[in-house]
């Protein structure tokens, strides 16, 4: 009898067991799913703010480099020699805001387990952000904007790397 009652025993323990892991699983594997989901958006609205940026962009270089040459040829006012000067700050800023944005999107993809699968694929993003502060920092703000379109193809083709998440 006491064997049959340790046989019973030991059985609900085993599958009391079971259903311990399999919830444990189950809830990791639900955790793993969410953090793609969120690492997959993440990359898609980094993708969304760059687009629109140097859709934008490109306009007011334009504007800078004309304000520039007027103000060197002495055809601008000092108030709008400011305002360019405002410009140039509000860019830059601007760019250092996407590059800290790709820093930190890139240390997801390292932290975070179900995301470091995919950190080759993102990796390098927030060099090419700094490659991009840095050209706005000296300037540049067209081959800023270039830089900056490298870095959505790059975020492009990492986002078809990752599963649809549905």
Do not use: W
């Not at 805001?97 to 932290?111: H, P």
């Amino acid at each position: 009898m006491a064997f049959v009652c340790g046989l019973v025993l030991s059985t609900t323990i085993d599958v009391s067991a079971q259903r311990s892991t399999r919830t444990r699983r189950a809830a990791a594997a639900a955790r793993a799913k969410a953090e793609l989901k969120k690492g997959a958006e993440d990359v898609a609205i980094q993708i969304k703010n760059i687009s629109r940026f140097v859709f934008v962009l490109g306009g007011v270089a334009t504007g800078i480099e004309e304000i520039d040459k007027d103000v060197k040829a002495g055809k601008a006012s000092r108030a709008i020699a400011a305002q360019n000067e405002e410009f140039k700050a509000n860019v830059r800023a601007s760019v250092r805001g996407i590059r800290v944005g790709l820093a930190k999107l890139e240390g997801d993809f390292r932290t975070k387990s179900a995301l470091r699968k995919y950190l080759l694929d993102i990796e390098g993003v927030a060099a090419r952000g700094g490659i991009a502060e840095d050209l706005a920092a000296g300037g540049k703000f067209n081959a800023s904007g270039r830089e900056l379109l490298l870095v959505v193809e790059h975020l492009a083709d990492a986002l078809v790397a990752m599963p649809s998440g549905k």
